[in-house]
T-cell receptor
Framework: EAQVTQNPRYLITVTGKKLTVTCSQN?????MSWYRQDPGLGLRQIYY???????DKGDVPEGYKVSRKEKRNFPLILESPSPNQTSLYFC????????????????FGEGSRLTVL | AQKVTQAQTEISVVEKEDVTLDCVYE???????LFWYKQPPSGELVFLIR??????QNEISGRYSWNFQKSTSSFNFTITASQVVDSAVYFC????????????FGQGTRLTINP
């Protein structure tokens, strides 16, 4: 089954304790991205990656790191989490447009709800 | 810069009523793509439709229909004969550059269908 898998789905942590949210897709997609969802703000892009070892900042990258060492994985790293990073996080993937011939429909993971105390 | 506005924060209707969710977008590109996603209470994002800027035909899928009007930069979503299962948050989104893949989302509209 084609899917994007995020872990953990729920996490409560404390300020300053490093954490990683993993994201893995089994569709051989080149493009992967992280979004955060906050009430009244919709979803905002944090980072994205066009391929292995190619990453770039989205609209709200502060406080986050990512890496893309393998095509299928795109972990989101919070080196020193703060309460303002309490949010619902979504990982997404798609084929690159020029490869698929049409704009890529984003496939989303189920979301990871993070609370930073 | 691209922007999507969903002015209706919350809508509540009684089952079987028709309801329209508004979406207004801003973009400087002539080629762009518009999307609607549904987020049910379980939290996942469900893809509903993609429309490219060259195709202004309205689309109907069962009880769902979409009205794309470039003249007013709107991409509205109508649910006919609403059902309780339609209760969800609905997001409109815009992708500007063909190669960029980035989706810019509206703030979302929380739709509640009451029995």
């Amino acid at each position: 089954e084609a899917q994007v898998t995020q872990n953990p789905r729920y996490l409560i942590t404390v300020t300053g304790k490093k954490l990683t949210v993993t994201c893995s897709q089994n569709m051989n997609h080149e493009y992967m991205s992280w979004y955060r969802q906050d009430p009244g703000l919709g979803l905002r892009q944090i980072y994205y990656s066009m391929n292995v070892e190619v990453t770039d900042k989205g609209d709200v990258p502060e406080g986050y790191k990512v890496s893309r060492k393998e095509k299928r994985n795109f972990p989101l790293i919070l080196e020193s989490p703060s309460p303002n990073q309490t949010s619902l996080y979504f990982c997404a993937s798609s084929l690159l447009v020029w490869a698929s011939g049409r704009t890529g429909e984003l496939f989303f993971g189920e979301g990871s709800r993070l609370t930073v105390l | 810069a691209q922007k999507v506005t969903q002015a209706q924060t919350e809508i509540s209707v009684v089952e079987k009523e028709d309801v329209t969710l508004d979406c207004v977008y801003e973009t400087r590109d002539t080629t762009y793509y518009l999307f609607w996603y549904k987020q049910p209470p379980s939290g996942e994002l469900v893809f509903l439709i993609r429309r490219n800027s060259f195709d202004e035909q309205n689309e109907i899928s069962g009880r769902y229909s979409w009205n794309f009007q470039k003249s007013t930069s709107s991409f509205n979503f109508t649910i006919t004969a609403s059902q309780v299962v339609d209760s969800a948050v609905y997001f409109c989104a815009l992708s500007e550059h063909q190669g960029a893949q980035k989706l810019v989302f509206g703030q979302g509209t929380r739709l509640t269908i009451n029995p």
